[in-house]
């Protein structure tokens, strides 16, 4: 059974930093690309961003509210994705989803960035 | 960024009718490798999205079959043959055919 169980989330202020992580099982990760996806408290969906497989190029792409502030990576040695955000903003709180495929969801982990 | 439009944004049913949402996309989704990659999402209360259908027409595994989708272009539909009470929840159209992956803004589906 493909899982995604995703963890790190938590309060903080803003400006401040959070590393979240994603530990997959079930399908052959280092052959995945991987992705983050957002949803505010009460609000629709937003892809974060990407990381292709290693065979792939192993390239990431974001989406512009969160470019130059956001990192993804992964180690595929751990079956595990990250995602290190930095500068973090009010209006970066959300529950943050790890998804493969578009069909594989984790439960998500909720940031808040709040003073 | 490809926008995509749903609607009703609210769609209250009678159980066992039909119902449908539309979503429109703000430019052609059809990929240079001749697939169109357009996803239906339902989110039930208090869950994570759980993808119906995908490319267009094609139900996830363990999805009954009242779910249904169609369309090409950018004029896409997902239909309930017949509403039931666990369908209630938040649907979402999303399009991954141009990065990055965007979402229609939901409709949310209540029993009358």
């Known amino acids: 059974e493909v899982q995604l169980v995703e963890s790190g989330g938590g309060l903080v202020k803003p400006g401040g930093s959070l590393k979240l992580s994603c530990a997959a099982s079930g399908f052959t990760f280092s052959n995945a690309w991987m992705n983050w996806v957002r949803q505010a408290p009460g609000k629709g969906l937003e892809w974060v961003g990407r990381?292709?497989?290693?065979?792939?190029?192993?390239?990431?792409d974001y989406a512009a509210p969160v470019k130059g502030r956001f990192t993804i990576s992964r180690d595929d040695s751990k079956n595990t994705l990250y995602l290190q955000m930095n500068g973090l903003k009010t209006e970066d709180t959300a529950v943050y989803y790890c998804i493969v495929g578009a069909q594989t969801w984790g439960r998500g982990t909720l940031v808040t960035v709040s003073s | 960024d490809v926008v995509m439009t749903q609607s009703p944004l609210s769609l209250p049913v009678t159980l066992g009718q039909p119902a449908s949402i539309s979503c429109r996309s703000s430019?052609?989704?059809?990929?240079?490798?001749?697939?169109?990659?357009l996803n239906w999402f339902q989110q039930r209360p208090g869950q994570s999205p759980r993808r119906l259908i995908y490319?267009?027409?094609n139900r996830d595994s363990g999805v009954p079959d009242r779910f249904s989708g169609s369309g090409s272009g950018t004029d896409f539909t997902l239909k309930i043959s017949r509403v039931e009470a666990e369908d209630v929840g938040v649907y979402y159209c999303m399009q991954g055919t141009h990065w990055p992956g965007t979402f229609g803004q939901g409709t949310r589906l209540e029993i009358k």
């Open positions: 990381i292709k497989s290693k065979a792939d190029g192993g390239t990431t």
């Open positions: 430019q052609s989704l059809v990929y240079s490798d001749g697939n169109t990659y």
């Open positions: 490319k267009v027409s």
